[in-house]
C-alpha cells in the first residue's frame, strides 16, 4: 500500500505542550498521517544576525566559533550530522527519545560524524532562562566526559512547558548520571562558565538561518518533513535515511 501524504502544519509561535504532542500520536494512530511543528523563534533581542562571535568559554568536546557539541571521533569520509534544539523544545525531547540513541551509536561507531547546537531561543519565547542553564550545564557535564548521558537524561525529565529546570534539578542529573566530581559541576554551573558559548551558539544558529528547532542537516542539507517525521516516531529511522543518501 503506497505511503499516505505527509502533513504539514505551520510553525506556531513557541513551542507545542506534550499534550499536543499527545494528541498528534493519537492522530497517527487513527490516521497514520503525522503533523510535524517546528519551534520558530521570534528574533529576539541582541541574538540577531549582525551580532559576533564573542569565543566564549567552551567544554571539552566543543568545536571553535560556536561551531557546536562534536559526539564521537568519526573520520572525514562518513556522513555529516548536525542537530539544531533548544532544551525547552518537547519536540527537540521527543526526537532524543526516539532517534538519539540511533544518533549516538552511530556517531560512536564511527558511521557519522555529529555536532550539537544547543540553542536557547525559547528563553525569550517562554520568559525564563532553562534553556541557556541547561545547555551551560550539559557543557559542564561534558567537561568530565558526560555529554552523551546528560544530554539524554535532560530530554528524558523535561518539565512541562515553561516550568524549566531549578539547579538542584541540574544537580540531581549529573549525579544520576555519573558526573565524577560533582563539586566541580556545580561550581561550572553557578559560574555560569559556558554561558557565552551557548549565546554564541545561538548567534552563530541566528547567522546561518537556523531559526527553528528541531532542525537536523545531513551534509549540509536539511533534512524534510518526511524524514523528520520518520526520526520523531521510528526508532530505525536513521538507518533507512542514511542509506537512501548514499
Not at 568519526?74 to 555529516?80: I, Q
Not at 551558539?201 to 524534510?224: A, K, W, Y
Request: aromatic fraction near 6%.
Amino acid at each position: 500500500m503506497p505511503r499516505p501524504p505527509v502533513k504539514v502544519a505551520p510553525p506556531p509561535t513557541k513551542g507545542p505542550s506534550m499534550g499536543l504532542i499527545g494528541g498528534v500520536v493519537a492522530l497517527v494512530v487513527a490516521i497514520i498521517a503525522v503533523s510535524v511543528y517546528i519551534v520558530v523563534r521570534p528574533d529576539p533581542v541582541g541574538t540577531g544576525d549582525s551580532a559576533s562571535i564573542s569565543g566564549g568559554a567552551s567544554s571539552a568536546s566543543a568545536l571553535p566559533n560556536a561551531g557546536g557539541i562534536r559526539v564521537g571521533d568519526a573520520g572525514e569520509d562518513v556522513p555529516v550530522v548536525h542537530i539544531y534544539e533548544d532544551f525547552q523544545c518537547p519536540w527537540c525531547g521527543l526526537l532524543e527519545q526516539t532517534s538519539g540513541a540511533a544518533f549516538t551509536k552511530a556517531a560512536q561507531a564511527g558511521e557519522i560524524q555529529l555536532t550539537y547546537t544547543l540553542m536557547s531561543f525559547l528563553d525569550g519565547n517562554i520568559g525564563n532562562d532553562s534553556s541557556i542553564r541547561a545547555a551551560n550545564a550539559a557543557m559542564c557535564a561534558d567537561d568530565q566526559g558526560a555529554f552523551v548521558p546528560y544530554h539524554a537524561a535532560l530530554y528524558a525529565e523535561q518539565p512541562e512547558e515553561g516550568a524549566g529546570w531549578t539547579d538542584e534539578q541540574l544537580i540531581d542529573t549529573a549525579d544520576q548520571v555519573g558526573v565524577d566530581d560533582i563539586e566541580e559541576f556545580t561550581g561550572c554551573l553557578d559560574d555560569e562558565t559556558h554561558f557565552d558559548y551557548v549565546r554564541d551558539m545561538q548567534t552563530r544558529s541566528n547567522q546561518e538561518g537556523v531559526t527553528g528547532s528541531p532542525r537536523v542537516f545531513i551534509d549540509g542539507e536539511e533534512l524534510g518533513s518526511e524524514d523528520m517525521n520518520n526520526l520523531l516516531y521510528d526508532p530505525t529511522a536513521l538507518t533507512g535515511i542514511l542509506a537512501n543518501r548514499q
